[in-house]
């Protein structure tokens, strides 16, 4: 079975239009390269009961992970934590690692020149308060400290939204624990630019090359407007043996290069 | 009750990180500046079981409108509409005004050069096979037509995954849907960049702020990385009266801009 991994966006930003949602685009293309499948992204609001709602709905489809972004920091609008502690019917409590980390990140500050003392006030506290049983992540770039916890079959990380934290805590503490689940999958795409054919008669030739090698997903997608259209093919394949992997993809779009040149179209790498 | 709009975005693209969700994001801005908000957004899989579980869960929550991207085209990873009719249970069935757009894109197209026949082959048909009671929307750009479909009290909509085709169908024909259920209300935003004082002393700021003016909501982002990081506040508030509304989010922000530079911090408008 391979690792199933979703991810729950949290923040108004994201549903107002105001910020892309690159997290989960980076965080997808990681995770599949590591040869898990993202099954689903759900992007709430800051609301305890959006979060409470996303969260139970994605427990109950049994992901081996639940990644969740955002929503970590001191302000009044970070409410990420009591969200998931009600989800799983926790207690949110001081957590005193996650403490220790706030304290030294807090004096590091302060010795930096970058605030003016390092007390612990209760919106610094806020992010050391964790589910019951969590256990917090070391943040090597900012201060909320990210937070591992276990719930039935399903591991749930939370990470800050600040995407340079996100993608550090990710590369440091969450790759090991996806490969571990990864059951050593590979994953290899090959893209194909065509130029000349229309999706509608290019769909037959797709039908005629996935019936040929099975193991291979290919996708199309038009790119730009009319009249410059183009399609571009996605091809993407995962395995065990990336080698033979590889082989199988080439061998596929060797055959659907050839199908289209007979159908009047031209085609190029990307 | 202000008007409320989930979003589906369907494609295994968006889940391997290959594309970014930018249509989520164009979608969330233009929603919101109609006056209206967007709950969710959910990103599902080219799977039916995929697309009938979201659509489901989206109709349970009784939004106003489903906006649905994606999958739309005339391949095999096409079924969005597939899995909407089942979602809906109800019956896929030749449509004869969807049949009449694409008899007369296809005319065009050959007219063109673009393609050699018009023929309505059966990849070319199945985007004009509808779930029964649903109504096609012309699609100024491309092949496949939008879909309308009324669920109980919710509008659902179905729009190509290809941006330039979704916004173009999203103009032309639904922004006016919107507008009609959005209560008159107009949005408005801005934004203050704060230098030199962290987001943990902000925090306090923000709650004294928008505790004297409760229409006005305030989030802090955290912007770049250490040491150069800054918070951008962004503002935000909703109003029938427009003028009420600029002046109220006015004065919050000199208001936030006074108790910033009394914690000696710097501020500039973006």
Redesign the interface.
Known sequence: MVCQVELICIG???????????N?????????SLGC??????????EIS?IVA?TR?AIARKPDFIIITGGL?????DMTLEGVAKALSRKLEMNDEALEMLRERYAE?TK?G???DSNL?E??LKMARLPQGARPIHNP???APGVTIHENSTTILVLPG?P?EMEAIFEASIIHLLRDKSDGLFYV?RSLQVLGV???????L??RV?LEYPAI?I????I????EVHIEL?L?TSSRNKEGAEEEISKAMEKIQVLISQK?GRTGFV
Chains 1, 2 share one sequence.
């Open positions: 108004n930003e994201l549903l107002i239009g105001k910020t892309l949602n690159t989960a685009h980076w965080l997808s293309k990681r995770i599949t499948i993202v099954r689903r992204t759900t992007v709430v609001r800051d959006e996303s709905e920091g001191p302000t009044f609008d500050f930096m970058r605030i003016k006030t919106y610094r770039v900012g201060t600040v340079q795409e229309v999706e509608s008669s290019l769909a037959a797709i039908d996935m997903y996708k199309s997608h038009p730009g407007s009319e009249p996605h993407t009047g």
